[in-house]
């Protein structure tokens, strides 16, 4: 009898510690978002489909939120403004509304309902300054109706379908009560309160098993030796003090597999290291604490095999077990491909096509390689349902039924594969790296990021020095002192891999500069508790203020010619210019496309210039789509191809997009140039133009850029032209 070829997803939870324990304040609101709209729907999904088996992974200091929220305890910024009747809050607190309560997918979580997308609209769209300048339009029962619609939006699929509230707010839409608020937000509190109940059920009723990660999700290899990242990044800048406390890697992994017995009564069943990240000391002490199982990424695999990953991919398809000082674990290598598909191309598609053509690629696995035996899918659990229809419900729930329902196929978690499957290749060395380009660039090696490892080995340092009691809680002794206990959650906190995700220019949030403040709070609540001196740097933000890939703002007017080749370097000398490499959001995607984005304009015209990191006429075939969204008063969208051509500009009306009767210019060739009249978009001095990018190939949106914010410009009238902004 042929063996079935096991497919394991892991799905892994995890957001940033967003609370200050000293304090006791929650610094942004994501824990309790993703705990209604995902952490509650992802394992309701799975005990809904028949046959469904996945492996769970929980980070405990989301666990740890997630139980302060259930216990009423957590109050973030958002809540605090979002409890009273508006009839209590000032100005400010009402603005907050109208800043921050559209902090949704447009597309799948604002479009969709008539009063959140008006409220949108009259709001300004985001657009910098509208909020402020419309506030004042909006009477006490439209900032309820946005109070209510802003959580109601970040409800789950599955949530609604269980409870019978979130339906019923649905179909009223608007005009609620203060009531109504009431009992929306009580209805998730009860919803948040049966989140880890409903993990647990699953996993005692063999469903679904449930792993662990360190427990600030540090990156471990970094704590074990911070000069391994020179191992895949040679020339790397590196912090000026050495960070080399292999203690303090084993200490957040311990205390995560305490908490977790703690919490759920057993251990769990394996480890998901943060990022993927391994190395050969942390797999050594990950081995240590007898758990049987960990992951990482194929491309870790790619570069530890002597000659790679076949062309077949065979080696992947295959559990490891790594071996050191006698102690052993197994290994598991994600399929990268497979994984990215589900996080960010499957959410545009239609579901029998998504879920067909992962089945398809299944079959190839099996056809290529006759020996297969498992395929590892391992993704964030939470970031990419809000870009699928109704969360992810239909494509989760097709996609687990067709798998159970394929021959030859079958869902299994990690630990059933491993007592499944026969011997296991042996492993004595991994090359250093993540699941992110099999390195550990994202979290080290750039100004900020080293200045940040530099504040953590001063702060250990000073705390070691300081305070005898500290010192025998970081060697890994015991202590009564609770001042010294929470010091040392302190450290850890800022250890996590989550504050140096944002430093650097790989990624953007418009919240960056409040993570750079929780990051230096952490520290500094390690000098407070022990009584010892806050060192004035750490008052000062480490985040620069500008966004990823700034280069440089418009000068003047421009009047280039549009063309698919750069003729004159002077024309463009004046225009703006945003490096579209250094984008991306809380999930990283593999390949950049495109490079530079030129922008500027006339009395008559916007202009753009897109540059690829390859000539676009190389890496775009002749049906890929280019287009240019602009959001003004609405949203504007011109589509380009290879060649030279003109097109209709395309207006967005109630969710369909319909011709303008305005004409855009374009040309595409080694780089992609566009002209837009002005007058449609019906700008005026101080005005302000959206912009943003979006490749589509064989009909499926396949890039997006900026990432996660448009850039907006502002037109300042005819004496000038244009001077830039950005959200941030």
């Known amino acids: 009898m042929t063996e079935p070829l096991y497919v394991s997803f892991l799905w892994h939870m995890h957001q940033p510690f967003y609370k200050d324990p000293v304090r006791g304040e929650y610094v942004l609101p994501w824990a309790y978002l993703h705990a209604v709209k995902d952490y509650y729907d992802m394992p309701a999904i799975v005990e809904a489909v028949e046959g469904a088996k996945v492996v769970f992974n929980l980070v405990p200091s989301l666990l740890e939120q997630i139980l302060d929220y259930a216990g009423g305890k957590a109050v973030d910024p958002f809540l605090l403004r979002a409890r009273p009747s508006p009839a209590e809050l000032d100005d400010g607190d009402r603005l907050f509304l109208l800043e921050n309560f559209f902090s949704a997918n447009r597309q799948r979580m604002i479009e969709p309902y008539p009063r959140y997308r008006e409220l949108f609209t009259r709001a300004g769209e985001g657009a910098p300054g509208a909020a402020a300048m419309r506030l004042a ?120 597999i305490a908490s977790f017995e703690r919490l759920f009564g057993f251990p769990p069943t394996g480890i998901w290291p943060s990022e993927g990240s391994v190395s050969d000391e942390v797999l050594g002490i990950m081995a240590q604490t007898g758990l049987p199982w960990t992951a990482s990424d194929e491309r870790v695999l790619a570069h530890t095999l002597p000659g790679g990953l076949d062309r077949e991919r065979d080696p992947l398809y295959h559990p490891y077990t790594f071996s050191k000082d006698g102690r052993e674990i197994a290994l598991f290598f994600r399929d990268q491909g497979l994984s990215d598909l589900i996080g960010f191309t499957y959410s545009q598609w239609e579901t029998e096509r998504a879920v067909g053509d992962f089945l398809a690629r299944l079959k190839e696995v099996r056809q290529r390689n006759r020996q297969a035996r498992v ?151 390690v000098y407070q508790l022990l009584a010892l001196e806050v060192p004035g740097e750490l008052q000062q933000p480490i985040k620069k203020e500008r966004p990823p890939g700034f280069v440089r703002a418009p000068a003047g007017l421009v009047t280039p010619a549009i063309t698919g080749v750069v003729n004159d370097y002077f024309e463009w000398l004046s225009a703006g210019l945003y490096d579209l490499t250094r984008q991306g959001g809380a999930m990283h995607a593999a390949d950049n496309l495109l490079q530079s984005f030129y922008y500027g304009f006339d009395l008559e015209y916007l202009y753009f210039r897109i540059d690829g990191v390859q000539p676009l006429e190389k890496t775009f075939r002749p049906e890929d789509r280019l287009s240019l969204h602009l959001l003004c008063g609405g949203e504007w969208r011109l589509d380009m191809q290879l060649g030279e051509g003109e097109g209709e500009l395309q207006v967005l009306r109630e969710g369909a997009w319909h011709g303008s009767g305005s004409i855009g210019r374009y040309c595409m060739g080694r780089s992609a140039g566009a002209r837009v009249p002005l007058p449609p978009l019906r700008l005026e001095g101080g005005g302000t133009v959206l912009c943003y990018l979006c490749v589509t190939r064989a009909g499926t949106q396949v890039g997006r850029w900026p990432a996660d914010a448009a850039l907006p410009l502002v037109c300042a009238g005819p004496e000038l032209g244009c001077e830039a902004h950005y959200n941030h």
């Open 137 to 256: 339009s909006f009477s006490e029962q439209d900032l309820l109706d946005l109070q209510v619609w802003f959580y109601l939006a970040w409800t789950g699929e599955a949530a609604r379908r269980r409870f019978p509230v979130f339906g019923e707010l649905i179909r009223k839409g608007s005009h609620f009560s203060q009531e109504d608020k009431e009992l929306l937000l009580e209805t998730q509190r009860e919803l948040i309160s049966q989140v880890i109940p409903l993990y647990k059920k699953l996993h005692q009723e063999g469903k679904v098993e449930l792993s662990v990660t360190p427990y600030f999700h540090p990156i471990m290899p970094l704590l074990c030796d911070s000069g391994i990242a020179r191992v895949a990044l040679p020339t790397a800048n590196l912090p000026s003090i050495p960070f080399r406390y292999p203690e303090d890697a084993r200490a957040q992994l311990l205390h995560a």
């Open 375 to 525: 395929v590892p899918v391992i993704l964030d659990g939470e970031n990419a349902w809000e870009y699928y229809a109704e969360n992810g419900f239909p494509f989760l729930c097709r996609l687990y039924a067709a798998l159970v329902q394929t021959p030859g196929v079958q869902l299994a978690t990690f630990s059933e594969v491993l007592l499944r499957t026969g011997e296991r290749r042996v492993l004595e060395h991994v090359h250093p790296g993540s699941w992110i380009n099999a390195d550990y660039g994202i979290w080290i090696g750039k100004p900020e990021e080293n200045l940040g490892w530099d504040y953590i080995a001063k702060a250990r340092a000073a705390a070691v020095q300081g305070n005898a009691e500290m010192a025998t809680l970081l060697a890994g002794g015991e202590s009564s002192d609770e001042a010294a206990r929470q010091a040392c959650m302190a450290l850890y906190a800022a250890q996590g891999s989550d504050w140096f995700w944002w430093y650097g220019d790989d990624h953007f949030s418009p919240h960056a500069g409040r993570f750079d403040l929780l990051f230096r709070s952490h520290l500094m609540n």
